[in-house]
C-alpha cells in the first residue's frame, strides 16, 4: 500500500536546468496538490488539481508548471530553476477537497537545492 | 500576510504532561481546522480536525479546541510521550478548497 510517492527524493540542479518532480498516488483521489516547506514558512501551496485534466494556481505558483494528464499522477515542473526554488517539495492528495474535511495525505518530500 | 500563525517555534514538555500547542487564524471565511504531526525527512500525517460548527473535537490523548470569537484553536496532548517529538503543523480551509497552513511548533518531550 503505497499510498503517495514523489521522485527523485533529492535533486541538486544548476541555476537555469529544468526538471520535473513526479507524484503518484494510488488511493484513487481526486485532488492533489504540490507544496514547498521552507524553514519558518510552514507549507505553502504551488499548485494543485481537483481532478484529471485540472490544474488550478496556488499561493507561491510562479516559477512553476503542472500537468495531471492522469488521475493518478501529477506533475510539477520547474522550467529554469532559481536558488529561491531550494526547497523541500511535499506532494498531497485528498479524496475530498480542504473546505468540505478533506484529509490530505502526504508523499515523504523530494529536497531540491539549486546552485 | 499569513492567514494562520504559530507564533511559538518550539515548545518543550515533560513526559506525562500536558502539552498545548496554539494556532490563530486571521480569516473569518475557514470552517473546517486541521493538526498534522511531522517527524525528520517525513511527509506530515494527519491528527485530528474539527468543523467549525464544534468547540471541541476529542481522540484519545489528542483534543483540539476551537473559539471561533477569537480566531483561535490549540490542541491538546495529555499524556505527553517521547514519541509525540515533532514539529505539529495547523491548517484551516474554507471555500477556496485549499488548506492554509502554519508555519509549525517544534514540540520536545522530555523523557
Known amino acids: 500500500n503505497a499510498g503517495v510517492t514523489q521522485t527523485p527524493k533529492f535533486r541538486v540542479l544548476k541555476t537555469g536546468q529544468s526538471m520535473t518532480l513526479l507524484c503518484a498516488q494510488d488511493?484513487?483521489?481526486?485532488?492533489m496538490y504540490w507544496y514547498r516547506q521552507d524553514p519558518g514558512m510552514g507549507l505553502r501551496l504551488i499548485h494543485y488539481?481537483?481532478?484529471?485534466?485540472?490544474?488550478a494556481k496556488g499561493e507561491v505558483p510562479d516559477g512553476y508548471n503542472v500537468s495531471r494528464l492522469k488521475k493518478q499522477n501529477f506533475l510539477l515542473g520547474l522550467e529554469s530553476a532559481a536558488p529561491s526554488q531550494t526547497s523541500v517539495y511535499f506532494c498531497?492528495?485528498?479524496?475530498?477537497?480542504?473546505?468540505?474535511?478533506?484529509?490530505?495525505?502526504f508523499g515523504e518530500g523530494s529536497r531540491l537545492t539549486v546552485l | 500576510d499569513q492567514q494562520v500563525k504559530q507564533n511559538s517555534p518550539s515548545l518543550s514538555v515533560q513526559e506525562g504532561r500536558i502539552s498545548i500547542l496554539n494556532c490563530d487564524y486571521t480569516n473569518s471565511m475557514f470552517d473546517y481546522f486541521l493538526w498534522y504531526k511531522k517527524y525528520p525527512a517525513e511527509g506530515p500525517t494527519f491528527l485530528i480536525s474539527i468543523s467549525s460548527i464544534k468547540d471541541k473535537n476529542e481522540d484519545g490523548r489528542f483534543t483540539v479546541f476551537l473559539n471561533k470569537s477569537a480566531k483561535h484553536l490549540s490542541l491538546h496532548i495529555v499524556p505527553s510521550q517521547p514519541g509525540d517529538s515533532a514539529v505539529y503543523f495547523c491548517a484551516a480551509s474554507g471555500s477556496a478548497r485549499q488548506l492554509t497552513f502554519g508555519s509549525g511548533t517544534q514540540l520536545t518531550v522530555l523523557p
Open positions: 488511493m484513487n483521489h481526486e485532488y
Open positions: 488539481s481537483v481532478g484529471e485534466g485540472t490544474t
Open positions: 498531497a492528495s485528498s479524496r475530498l477537497g480542504g473546505s468540505m474535511g478533506g484529509e490530505l495525505f
